[in-house]
């Protein structure tokens, strides 16, 4: 079965600076995939950023970032020039794709606040 | 491109009452998931249909929730009767073909649920 862990329930970061959400998983697949998405109050939900486990180099989308430790089973996320639109919760999950049944699974949370 | 579309955004009910929650996918969206999420908590799947067929139910309380998707299109998720715990947000994903594509689902806004 596959866990997603997500520590930090709440963060904060000043407008313009970088904060790094944290992110361990475990699962027993050899080809799986990360994901960070972000849910803004009483919106839905939309997909940051996504790295495939067997890429060695981290994503990347213009102001975000991951940082990818696969022996470490790790799945950071940076924000660069942090903006008040990027106040939101954000969700790591993770996703197995072998076999036929693809199961997607979420991690608590991180509860991203930006300060002006 | 039209999102998914849900429905309603907000129920109060009493417990042992019933409710039901409609999700239509984004057009040609093969795969569609309901997400139950408690607050706090990340979103737990329910039910994940593929066209019309259910793939994985395993974490749907049958007892008390169903949900269907008779033309492969638009579905329905009901609850009879329910409990406190089932306050929650439900979420709606689609996804073209499963996770295959590119594993990114497309959630709704949701349908926020207080049982009293």
């Known amino acids: 079965a596959q866990t997603v862990t997500q520590s930090q329930p709440e963060m904060s970061v000043q407008e313009a600076e970088t904060v790094t959400l944290s992110c361990t998983y475990d699962?027993?697949?050899?080809?799986?995939?990360l994901f960070w998405y972000k849910q803004p109050p009483s919106r839905q939900m939309i997909l940051v950023i996504r790295q495939e486990a067997y890429k060695q180099q981290n994503a990347t989308e213009n102001r975000f970032s991951v940082n990818f430790q696969k022996a470490a089973k790790s799945f950071s996320l940076k924000i660069s020039d942090s903006q008040l639109g990027d106040a939101a919760m954000y969700f790591c999950a993770s996703l197995n794709s072998g076999g036929s049944n693809y199961k997607l699974t979420f991690g608590k949370g991180t509860l991203l606040t930006v300060n002006p | 491109e039209a999102g998914v579309a849900q429905s309603p955004r907000y129920k109060i009910i009493e417990k042992r009452q019933s409710v039901a929650f409609w999700c239509n996918p984004i057009?040609?969206?093969?795969?569609l998931y309901w997400y139950q999420q408690i607050l706090g908590q990340g979103p737990k799947l329910l039910i994940q249909f593929q066209n019309n067929g259910v793939v994985d139910d395993s974490q749907l309380p049958k007892d008390r929730f169903s949900a269907e998707r008779l033309k492969g299109v638009d579905s329905t998720l009901k609850i009879q009767p329910a409990k406190l715990e089932d306050s929650a947000v439900y979420l709606c994903?689609?996804?073209?073909?499963?996770?295959?594509?590119?594993?990114?689902?497309?959630f709704g806004e949701g349908s926020r649920l207080t049982v009293l």
């Open positions: 699962t027993s697949e050899s080809d799986y995939y």
């Open positions: 994903a689609s996804s073209p073909q499963g996770y295959r594509t590119t594993g990114e689902l497309f």
């Open positions: 057009s040609g969206h093969a795969t």
